[in-house]
């Protein structure tokens, strides 16, 4: 329902004839708030085994990643130089680059913190999606291409793995507190 009811959103303000800009992103994470970053950090330091899909493929994208990104390009349409959007209306993608599995970045993310932030290391099982069933479906493949927002704005997100880095080490300087670590 959500999937339909946002693309019924999107075609509605496409349809309006207004300019517009409709920024796409998928699987979204920082250091505040629900996400699955915080989650996995929460879950090690209470289990030794966790079982994660890896069927399911995306592109972890941070919530600096699309703050910044969304900032440089209001800079571009709405600042001192900036001429509004000037036939740039659309959809544009912006997630970091590259692509793994929920399992991919769970033990990514698992292995830094374990070695980066001493959080524990649990042992971690690939799993199929009909394993861990949700309430709505969930597509296998939601990689987006973000060539039309590089080419229209020039703005490029770094690779998955490094936004992920920087993200453990905004934790590391203690910007946020650690799940699981006293």
């Not at 899909?53 to 703050?67: K, L, M, Y």
């Not at 997630?95 to 980066?116: I, K, P, R, V």
Request: charge should be neutral; include cysteine.
């Amino acid at each position: 329902m959500y999937g339909k009811t946002k693309l019924a959103g999107d075609e509605a303000i496409q349809a309006s004839g207004c300019q517009h800009l409709i920024l796409r992103t998928s699987w979204v994470y920082g250091t505040r708030g629900n996400n699955f970053l915080l989650t996995m950090l929460k879950l090690a330091a209470e289990r030794s085994e966790l079982r994660i899909v890896d069927d399911q493929t995306g592109a972890p994208t941070t919530s600096e990643c699309i703050a910044q990104g969304t900032a440089n390009i209001l800079a571009q349409v709405m600042g001192p130089s900036g001429a509004g959007l000037d036939g740039r209306s659309g959809v544009y993608n912006l997630t970091n680059t590259g692509a793994t599995t929920w399992f991919g970045f769970a033990q990514a993310l698992l292995t830094q913190s374990a070695a980066n932030l001493g959080t524990k290391l649990p042992t971690l099982i690939p799993i199929p999606t009909s394993e861990f069933p949700r309430p709505a479906a969930r597509p296998t493949n939601s990689r987006l291409s973000c060539q039309r927002l590089e080419e229209t704005f020039g703005v490029r997100f770094p690779a998955w793995e490094d936004a992920l880095a920087l993200v453990l080490e905004t934790l590391k300087d203690g910007a946020a507190p650690v799940p699981g670590r006293a």
